[in-house]
């Protein structure tokens, strides 16, 4: 479904990604763990067309993302829904338009059913009762809620979500995981969870694989958190501190 | 002495390199939104939404600059008319250098400081913010969405201010003519309107709607530009700052330049 190999991508002369490579099959969660500036986000990029590869290749649904031209983009790209870091919401609209605007701009789809899917896309975010709000009149976390609502709001069969839960307190984490699994169990999505959170990407996750290096450091099931994989220990932060109590 | 003039000759030439290359990225978009606007629909409403953002708004700053530049004209050339005992002559020669020049300059470089600025500031900040990266996901088309409806925008709202800045310039003149230079108001205004119908063109003034018809080309010329530097913006905050800036910098050169170029063409080769 989706598959990078051996990817290296540098911005400037400073290398960010050096020879990833791991796969996400169709219907799995697979989460992306690693250090703040490790290639997170920048690998998220690289599987919508954003960001090319400077070698090696990313397919996703068997389309080469870094070869495909901007017909074969734009169509994969309406298939994906992608949750940005900070929301990215558009602030002269207000919550509902937001979510709107990619049925409106890129489909055409009848107002009516436009109604529909926003109304059950907000709904699906608890935030039909702000949905008149400006982005600037909503906390960050509710914004990273808009953001999500307008990532399912065109029914993608990928979606990426970029620490879809920082800054949000603990029930709503728990609830935006229970979103994530729904999507999943429900409509088949295949998904790539960006977090720092160990407890939504112990819930959501099928497969963990944690970034370092410009590559996946270490892989495998939620379990591997708990291990004493030393690669995992240095990325937990355990033993990094020159004199740990524990 | 040698040092200053090397160093002022350096910064000249880094001047022009930003601008040529601000000036060729904005020429690509400039096409685009050309293409945009051949081909599909055209919605009103957020070129409405523009047209007051960008130009309602600027109207009150463009009286009053054009209303003291029209005094002040009126000032210097009635004082020296004077001398001859011409100070008749003043409406004729603030109104003609009112409408061919000085209202779509100053409408100009006004709308470019006020209105380009902010374009490069809002569409900087969208840059920085991943919102035009999340748009590219979406697939909306940028040029579509966002610069379309701005250029249209100033394209209406530009020659619009324009106009009103010729009439304000005109009645400060008119104040200044009646009040320091004892220019019957009666005299004032036929030498004026004949003045400005002594070049008719399908009984339009030509003064004025060569006037307008730069003002068009600076309007489009300021939007295409202030989108063009925000969507290339990087860095953050700062290279909000650098967009805005370089915005400004690049629309004001290249509409003077511009206002020269469009000048010798209606009045230097085609009159001769
Ligand atoms: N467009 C870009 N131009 C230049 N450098 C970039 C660009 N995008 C990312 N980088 C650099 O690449 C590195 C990885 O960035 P990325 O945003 O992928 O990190 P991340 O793992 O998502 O971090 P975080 O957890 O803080 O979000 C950073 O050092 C960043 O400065
Ligand atoms: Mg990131």
């Known amino acids: 479904m989706i598959e990078f190999r051996d990817v290296h991508k540098s911005f400037g002369d400073r290398p960010v990604l050096q020879g990833l490579s791991f796969h996400v099959r169709k219907g799995e969660s697979y989460v992306i763990m690693g250090p703040s500036g490790s290639g997170k986000s920048t690998t998220l990029l690289h599987m919508v067309g954003v960001h090319r590869a400077d070698r090696g290749r990313v397919l996703v649904q068997g389309i080469d993302v870094a070869d495909a031209g901007i017909e074969e983009l734009t169509a994969l790209r309406q298939r994906i829904g992608m949750v940005f870091q900070g929301g990215a919401l558009l602030n002269w609209l207000n919550v509902y338009d937001n979510v709107a605007l990619p049925l409106r701009e890129t489909r055409s789809l009848p107002e009516a059913e436009v109604k529909e899917r926003v109304e059950e896309a907000i709904k699906l975010v608890w935030l039909w009762s702000d949905r008149e709000k400006l982005p600037s009149e909503l906390s960050g976390g509710m914004r990273k809620r808009v953001g999500l609502a307008r990532a399912i709001v065109t029914r993608p069969e990928i979606i990426l979500y970029d620490e879809p839960t920082a800054g949000l307190d603990p029930a709503m984490s728990l609830q935006i995981d229970h979103l994530i699994l729904d999507m999943k169990r429900r409509l088949g999505v295949t998904s790539v969870v960006v977090t720092h959170d160990i407890p939504c990407a112990t819930r959501v996750g099928d497969r963990i694989g944690i970034i370092s290096g410009g590559r996946i450091d270490v892989e495998g099931d939620p379990g591997i958190l708990d291990s004493r994989d030393p690669c995992v220990l240095r990325f937990l932060g355990h033993g990094s501190i020159p004199g740990d109590v524990r | ?272």
């Open chain 2, 1 to 272: 002495m040698l040092a200053a003039v090397g160093n002022s000759a350096r910064m000249l030439y880094g001047e022009i390199l930003v601008s040529v290359r601000g000036a060729g990225a904005s020429v690509g978009l400039l096409i685009d939104t050309a293409q945009r606007l051949v081909s599909g629909r055209v919605r009103i409403r957020p070129v409405l939404d523009q047209m007051f953002a960008g130009g309602v708004l600027t109207i009150p700053i463009v009286v009053l600059v054009s209303l003291f530049m029209g005094m002040v004209l009126a000032l210097q050339t009635g004082l020296e008319l004077l001398k001859f005992g011409q100070q008749d002559l003043v409406g004729v020669i603030v109104s003609v250098a009112m409408c061919r020049e000085i209202g779509p300059i100053i409408t100009g470089i006004i709308l470019s400081a006020a209105v380009g600025s902010a374009m490069a500031a809002e569409l900087g900040t969208m840059s920085v913010s991943d919102e035009l990266t999340a748009l590219d996901v979406m697939t909306v088309d940028k040029t579509r969405f966002l610069v379309l409806p701005r250029v249209l925008a100033l394209a209406v709202m530009c020659p619009i201010l324009t106009l009103f800045a010729d009439l304000v310039g005109i009645v400060g003149a008119g104040i200044v003519g009646v009040n320091r230079l004892n220019v019957g108001l009666q005299l004032f205004i036929t030498t004026t309107v004949e003045a400005l119908r002594g070049t008719a063109l399908f009984s339009l003034p030509k003064d004025l709607y060569v006037g307008l018809f730069k003002a068009i080309i600076f309007g489009i010329v300021i939007a295409v530009v202030g989108c063009a530097a925000g969507m290339r913006a990087t860095n953050g905050a700062q290279g909000v700052g650098d967009a805005t800036r370089r915005a400004v910098r690049i629309s004001i050169l290249l509409i003077v330049v511009l206002n020269y170029i469009l000048t010798g063409l209606f009045f230097g080769v085609v009159s001769r």
